[in-house]
């Protein structure tokens, strides 16, 4: 499938709804489900490999298993790259592009810290230039995750800044049911919400203007979760 598939999967009557993988098996898990399309979890994947999620994982690494996973199945694959892991734009495009992946998200932070608007919207920009069409684009917003004392107006700001920048889709990550509805209304086009099992449902999401929703890291915790129960009663 190709990026422009991909791309017009934010823009349907529905959202587009991504479980979050971590390796072939949990993604073609996925796409048997009938999703339209598979995402990675940056965090999960980072924890199969024997790493910690904070770009602890060596690039090659990541690299390496979204090109797993990307063979694996036959829908579109949009990857979670963390910050670029310290790569310059142009070497980050061609190898994700490399892997088989259309897709690819990349968050605003950076050794615990907001990463500067400007700065980011750059990497963003380069990056675009680099790949053209081939990557559909999800800017993460970490202004909810940093606890801003206004994180309403700073997503706003920065999710405008990147869409200028290129970046297909905008994703306040952790925002509120009410506050994902201000960022989404003052950014507009697609919005990627983050859902968990026990979290605000997709039609809550929904509701509040998100076109893209993912998991994250939630589902493979809660799959841990249940091999920790099962294990003492085998």
Same mark, same amino acid.
């Given at each position: +499938? *190709? =990026?422009?598939?991909?791309?017009?999967?934010h823009h349907g009557g529905t959202?587009?709804?991504?479980?979050?993988?971590?390796? @072939?098996?949990?993604?073609? %898990? #996925?796409a048997?489900?009938?999703? @339209?399309?598979? =995402?990675? !979890? !940056?965090?999960a994947v980072a924890r199969v490999l024997g790493y910690d999620d904070g770009q602890l994982t060596p690039p090659e690494a990541m690299f390496a298993a979204v090109a797993q996973i990307a063979r694996a199945?036959? #829908? @579109?694959?949009?990857?979670? +790259?963390?910050?670029?892991?310290?790569?310059?734009?142009?070497?980050?495009?061609e190898r994700?592009?490399?892997?088989?992946?259309?897709?690819?998200?990349?968050?605003? !932070?950076?050794?615990?810290?907001?990463?500067?608007?400007?700065q980011q919207a750059d990497y963003l920009a380069e990056v675009r230039a680099a790949a053209g069409a081939e990557l559909v684009i999800n800017a993460r917003v970490d202004t909810f995750v940093r606890r801003l004392d206004d994180p309403? *107006?700073?997503? #706003? &700001?920065?999710?405008?800044?990147? &869409?200028?920048?290129?970046?297909?889709?905008?994703?306040? %990550?952790?925002?509120?049911?009410?506050q994902l509805r201000q960022v989404a209304e003052g950014v507009g086009g697609p919005i990627n919400g983050h859902?968990?099992?026990?979290?605000? *449902?997709?039609?809550?999401l929904a509701a509040v203007g998100a076109t893209r929703i993912s998991y994250g *890291? !939630?589902?493979?915790?809660?799959v841990m979760d249940q091999l920790r129960e099962l294990l003492p009663r085998l």
């Open positions: +499938m *190709t =990026a422009e598939h991909f791309r017009a999967l959202p587009l709804v991504l479980p979050n993988a971590w390796d @072939p098996v949990s993604a073609r %898990i #996925v048997d489900a009938g999703f @339209p399309a598979v =995402a990675t !979890s !940056s965090g199945v036959d #829908v @579109p694959v949009t990857a979670d +790259m963390e910050a670029g892991y310290g790569l310059p734009p142009k070497e980050f495009a994700l592009l490399e892997t088989g992946a259309v897709g690819c998200n990349l968050e605003d !932070s950076a050794g615990g810290a907001l990463v500067d608007v400007a309403v *107006t700073e997503a #706003v &700001r920065r999710g405008r800044e990147y &869409r200028r920048a290129g970046a297909d889709c905008v994703y306040p %990550i952790l925002a509120p049911l009410d859902a968990a099992p026990g979290g605000p *449902t997709q039609a809550e *890291t !939630s589902l493979h915790n809660y």
